[in-house]
């Protein structure tokens, strides 16, 4: 094998590595437009096909949206600290703090959401 071989195989990594990245990025994006959306189906479109209390959708809705604009946000905060760790040749854990807000959320948020189904169904 010649040493150009072996320069060629990092090469090729270190761009498989990026673009995993880049489509993790991607990822949480589609992830936060469908919080989004959940956000405008339950706050706005829910409440005016039951014809009955609003505000307990508006509420649920309005969380769901919160979430994905804060996983659109957190995209381009862990984005860029990928980029710096693949730049400088290590690895960038995800922060647990960050997987404790997105759970906590996602779990608050099903529950709102199975509260409303029930009480105003």
């Known amino acids: 094998m010649s040493a150009n071989a072996g320069e060629q195989g990092v090469e090729d990594a ?5 673009l995993a990245a880049e489509r993790t990025w991607l990822a949480w ?3 936060g437009l469908t919080g989004i959306a959940a956000g405008v189906g339950i706050g706005r479109l829910l409440p005016e096909l039951t014809g009955g209390v609003r ?3 508006i509420a649920v ?3 769901y949206a919160l979430v994905g604009v804060a996983m659109i946000a957190y995209a ?7 980029d710096a760790a693949l730049r400088e040749g290590r690895f960038d854990h995800l922060e647990p703090a960050a997987l ?5 959320c996602g779990v608050l948020l099903g529950l709102a959401t199975f509260v409303v189904i029930v009480t105003q169904g």
């Open 61 to 63: 809705g309005a969380g």
């Open 55 to 57: 505000w307990p959708y």
């Open 100 to 104: 404790r807000v997105f759970t906590l």
């Open 14 to 18: 270190t761009r498989r590595t990026h």
């Open 29 to 31: 994006w589609r992830t």
């Open 76 to 82: 381009e905060m862990r984005q860029r600290s990928m």
